[in-house]
């Protein structure tokens, strides 16, 4: 029964999270964008990341997702 649950969850969150960011790419929404940069000129380092947003929302969406899981599961047996 855990691992249904883990499994609903982490599918919920992957799916959000590209869901988003693709979205953002499609539709050019900085704010869902993931922009990677590296650089590495003669040893000096730079690196950058883009947007979290995706990552925060698709957390929220799997923990709700969760939440109504474990309600319907705890119905269903008793």
Do not use: C, D
Not at 18 to 40: C, D, H, K, R
Not at 45 to 63: H, N, R, W
Not at 66 to 75: A, D, G, L, N, V
């Amino acid at each position: 029964m855990k691992l249904k649950g883990f499994i609903v969850t982490l599918g919920t969150f992957a799916l959000t999270t590209a869901l988003l960011y693709l979205l953002g790419y499609v539709l050019t929404i900085p704010w869902l964008m993931l922009q990677y940069e590296y650089t590495n000129n003669a040893s000096e380092f730079f690196f950058s990341i883009g947007s979290l947003v995706p990552l925060v929302i698709g957390l929220l969406i799997s923990f709700i997702a969760e939440r109504i899981y474990m309600y319907k599961s705890r119905q269903k047996f008793g």
